[in-house]
């Protein structure tokens, strides 16, 4: 099993920016491929961005290339999202998600096999 725990949601203004983590606890980290994912009142959740263990392979969202950028740091067994220049239509709950597997592709389209509990970001306009 793996838990994984997000944090650094919050209240920010249009262009501002915000640096989320995601805490992962359990089984072996480094051989998992990891991403994030949101989802708005509303509406479905959506991929956002994926990060093969190596960081060799990422895929980000259309809508946040550009501005977001994932990263990890295996040694503190920790996943980042830097997101800058907030939109209003950025603001969900965002989810930290982990396949069982190195496969950043078969993790864009949700196949996570673990998912935490989310963290809210609200961008204002």
């Known amino acids: 099993q793996v838990q994984l725990v997000e944090s650094g949601g919050g209240l920010v203004q249009a262009g501002g920016s915000l640096r989320l983590s995601c805490a992962a606890s359990?089984?072996?980290?480094?051989?998992?491929?990891m991403g994030w994912f949101r989802q708005a009142p509303g509406k479905e959740r959506e991929f956002v961005a994926v990060?093969?263990?190596?960081?060799?392979?990422?895929y980000y969202a259309d809508s946040v290339k550009g501005r977001f950028t994932i990263s990890r740091d295996n040694a503190k067994n920790t996943m980042y999202l830097q997101m800058n220049s907030l939109k209003p239509e950025d603001t969900a709950v965002y989810y930290c998600a982990a396949d069982s597997t190195d496969s950043p592709s078969r993790l864009r389209v949700g196949n996570a096999a673990y998912w935490g509990r989310g963290t809210q970001v609200t961008v204002s306009s």
């Open positions: 990060r093969s263990w190596s960081g060799s392979i990422t």
């Open positions: 359990g089984r072996t980290f480094s051989t998992y491929a």
